[in-house]
């Protein structure tokens, strides 16, 4: 991985300079961030990480020869180590042992996702410019569906035990024996079928 950015000034030429590089890690998605564990750390590069929403032009190159390379542009944070005064740090990930595509299809994949829940949020907070990601829902839960009874309510002054045994009435009879083995079904479904065709064939 290696961050890179170069300032150009008019007056001056070339201004402020910023390159991190790291020759192994491994990097993380998550539903908020991408994280980068260098796999040696030095006194200058510990670890990177970004929200998702700061990342921008994110692309995969795959050369002739060679791994293929994740580039994004990063829009630093307040407080993160890379100087305020740089509007965008360019981040280039190269995927030694495969891999670039998946990554970048599931980075889109979270970043649309996360950029949907923002909006909805913001658009229930009347527009409101800063988020508050703790807010937001990000889980992908299943989606909740009610009993098919539901709409019979249980008696506030039955028992438990009544309830239980109209349950077991509603279903019907509990079997008393297991249920039978793999191996038992497969040769009754294969005798069934057996039988059906000797009597299609006469």
């Given at each position: 991985m290696s961050l890179n950015w170069v300032?150009?000034?008019d007056q001056e030429g070339f201004g402020q300079k910023l390159s991190i590089q790291s020759s192994a890690g491994c990097i993380?998605?998550?539903n908020q961030r991408v994280v980068y564990l260098p796999a040696t750390r030095s006194n200058d590069f510990q670890s990177f990480s970004s929200?998702?929403?700061n990342v921008r032009d994110s692309h995969v190159s795959a050369p002739f020869f060679g791994p293929n390379v994740w580039t994004a542009l990063v829009q630093p944070v307040s407080g993160g180590g890379i100087s305020?005064?740089?509007p965008a740090v360019q981040l280039k990930v190269?995927?030694?042992e495969g891999g670039a595509f998946d990554f970048h299809t599931n980075f889109e994949r979270i970043k649309e996702r996360l950029e949907q829940a923002v909006e909805n949020t913001s658009e229930g907070t009347r527009g409101q410019q800063n988020v508050d990601l703790s807010a937001v829902h990000l889980e992908e839960l299943p989606a909740?569906?009610?009993?098919?009874?539901?709409s019979q309510s249980a008696r506030p002054s039955q028992t438990p035990e009544e309830s239980q045994s109209s349950r077991a009435s509603d279903t019907g009879t509990e079997p008393v024996e297991p249920p039978p083995c793999y191996e038992e079904v497969q040769s009754q479904?294969?005798?069934q079928e057996l039988e059906e065709r000797l009597r299609r064939a006469t």
């Open positions: 300032m150009l000034d993380h998605l998550t929200p998702l929403l305020p005064s740089l190269t995927f030694k909740y569906e009610a009993p098919p009874n539901a479904s294969v005798a």
